[in-house]
């Protein structure tokens, strides 16, 4: 029988509770920060905690990555060596990293996975970063279905990751340099200011105004739901949803969502297997929209749509909830046209002013008034009164981006995980055995002296000795099938003498996984030591430390730049390299020109200008790989700033 195709789900994990729940709820996989080095540097977390993780994570057979994926500097090369062995020496199964120094250090036996950061659009680097050691890698999100298959025809040992679900980075990952320009906070070290959520009047090059206020770099959420089994088709293996800041309650509904949607197509295609142990039950069903999202969208997968941005805010607006009847002096009244929506104290609503803006109060008091309607009494901010609530009206549709009944379903026990065994009850000469094997095929039994004692109904010792034995509530497990192998009919067990068998053997049946259990091996790096694509490298490839620049010049490059956080690149270069284009979510782009054809590659547009504030940024185009290019310099006060702290890093050279 052929090997079945491994599926991996990938869920984020903020902390360890968090994670626990996301293997609850069928992740395979969960990725979270450790102490230090991580990308998301406000979700920390300890050695204990990530130990508890994995313990709980490995009874599953799920795995534990813990991200490292911040670029370093030479001062913390060796803090990021002993924090790799600490996290080894906790069971953690990979690193996520960015940074090609670490792989130059006395790095543990563990594996590693390409961040999303390592920005991984072509099949040449991401053969590279297969035979320089990696054995998974993330794939860029603008990458199409087959872009993605060209890549898998040269990326065969190598597991592919894919973004399924979440919030969009505007830029290509690891290409975005604007937050440290203009706030000294660096993406690329876990500190992300967030500048393309903001808005941006946008103007042409004759200065007029094309766009004014509106959040133009700021996009949709990413949603595959529809798209996961032509992701397989073209390789993908490991289903990765975004969000190592999200809350418990998202966490556990977004995983049980896509667990939903792989489990069925696994039940319709036995080709396909989960690569962790056991079927997960829900005591909801999963709803992704009621999750913090900016509306969906599959991005670039099936080719270049115009409706990906989220240009009128960055914010939840939340889901239709019905519209405003009443409006007193210090209350109102919606109707929900539906009896089944309740509105509940502490709910959130929102609607949009005469402006375009989304406007929102929380509910204190939600009091039914009969039917479908509802009184609210607003709980207004401090120094806030009624009449501030703008543009409130008669007629105003409302949505709910908070629904307490929801997150109180959620805050309580939501999932059971378990995995399927079958158990037999065996006579032997002096007493009886019980064996165990579960799904996997481990095994284990146990023994225990006992006389043999006829039962006096055969017919209801058979039920109360098959019904004991498939009490498995309290444990991992759940009986599949329950056999009684015993001659001449049920004999006659104790129900504690049963209890304690059952016990024994399920402790036993877990140490047999236990002892199974294999951590993921370390990919060997090819030898001799395997080309880099391009020769010269730019601030754009991240080196910022001495031992990342000798792990290119190893690899053949003859010039190594210092990352943009070097501070060399004082004048205006690309801040943020985009697959989104502006123009061409405005329709203002010449290829969308009526009549116009053979445009792609020849025709290049004019720039556009973004201000926010006293910001301007340049909008550049390149027409023939169809990108945007957001260009703009440090502020003078930034650099000031980051000149006085005392850090050692790389600066720019040729390779020795």
Known sequence: ???????????????????????????????????????????????????????????FNARIFVTMNTILRDDELEGARRQAWQLHDAGVDALIVQDMGLLELDLPPIQLHASTQT???????ARFLQDVGFSQMVLARELDLRQILAIREQVQQATLEFFVHGALCVAYSGQCFISHAHTGRSANRGSCSQECRLPYTVTDAQGRVVAHDKHVLSLKDNDQSAN????????????????????????????????????????????????????????????????????????????????????????????????????????????????????????ALTWWDRQGELQGVP????????????????????????????????????????????????????????????LTLAQ??????????????????????????????????????????????????AARRVRLAMRGGPLFLPASKLNALRRDAIAALEAAREAAFQRLPRATPVEPPVPYPEDTLSYLANVYNGRAAAFYARHGVKVVGAAYESHEELGEVPLMITKHCVRWSMSLCPKQAKGVTGVQGTVRAEPLTLTHGEDKLTLRFDCKPCEMHVVGAMRKNVLKALKAEPMTFYRSRPAP
Not at 34 to 40: D, I, K
Not at 119 to 125: A, G, L, N, S, Y
Not at 368 to 387: D, R, V, Y
């Open 1 to 59: 029988m052929a090997a079945r195709i491994p599926l991996e789900l990938l869920a984020p994990a903020r902390d360890a509770d968090i994670g626990i729940e996301a293997i609850n709820h069928g992740a395979d996989a969960v990725y979270i920060g450790g102490p230090g080095f991580g990308a998301r540097d406000k979700a920390p977390n300890t050695l204990e905690d990530i130990e508890r993780l994995v313990r709980h994570a490995h009874r």
């Open 428 to 477: 032997v000469n002096d007493g009886f055995e019980l064996s165990l094997k579960d799904e996997t095929g481990a095994k284990a039994s146990v023994h225990l002296p006992h006389v043999h004692e006829p039962a006096r109904d055969a017919s209801q010792a058979e039920a109360q000795l098959k019904d004991g034995l498939a009490r498995l509530g309290d444990t991992i497990f």
């Open 228 to 347: 996961l089994e032509a992701l397989i088709d073209a390789g993908i293996r490991s289903f990765k949803i975004e969000g190592r800041y999200k809350d418990m309650a998202t966490v556990k509904n977004v995983t049980a969502h896509y667990r939903t949607l792989l489990d069925a197509i696994m039940d319709a295609r036995p080709e396909l297997a989960s690569t962790g142990d056991g079927r997960c039950t829900f005591t909801f069903t999963p709803e992704p929209e009621q999750a913090f999202n900016r509306g969906g969208t599959d991005y670039f997968v099936n080719g270049r749509k115009i409706d990906i941005g989220a240009f009128d805010t960055p914010k939840h607006a939340g889901l239709p909830l019905g519209e405003v009847v009443r409006v007193g002096p210090a209350d109102f009244d919606i109707d929900t046209g539906d009896a089944v929506r309740v509105v509940n104290n502490g709910d």
């Open 119 to 125: 920005d991984i659009r072509t099949p040449e680097k």
């Open 363 to 422: 509910v204190n008091v939600a009091t039914p008034l009969g039917g479908t309607s509802w009184k609210i009494e607003p709980n207004l901010s401090k120094g806030q009164a009624f009449g501030d609530l703008k543009d409130l009206f008669p007629g105003t549709a409302l949505s709910r981006n908070r629904d307490m009944a929801w997150e109180r379903m959620l805050a309580r026990p939501s999932s059971e995980r378990r995995i399927a065994v079958d």
